[in-house]
């Protein structure tokens, strides 16, 4: 249980997990800064950022798709 709340008081901020949540995403990651970003992401900030990639990812592919077919369409 300790281990968690330490975790969760890791430094870094909201938007350098989210820079790295979409490097991962991507999957250009380099082995190192992997290694180093684990000892300092907050794990609560990586679920978040996680969510949101992948929600913006969801409706990016639905605008694509909806352009697509109505471009067929028209």
């Known amino acids: 249980m300790d281990e ?3 975790a ?3 430094k ?3 938007a350098q997990t989210m ?4 490097w991962s995403f991507i999957g250009l990651r380099k082995g190192a800064e ?3 970003d684990m000892t300092r992401l907050n ?4 679920v978040i950022a996680g969510v ?3 929600a913006v990812f969801i409706a ?4 694509i798709v909806r352009m697509v077919v109505s471009q067929a369409a028209g």
């Open 4 to 6: 968690l709340k330490d």
């Open 43 to 46: 794990p609560v900030h990586v």
């Open 34 to 36: 992997h290694e180093r």
């Open 60 to 63: 990016v592919l639905i605008v």
């Open 8 to 10: 969760v008081k890791r």
């Open 19 to 22: 820079r790295a949540v979409l």
């Open 12 to 14: 870094m901020s909201f």
């Open 52 to 54: 949101i990639a992948a």
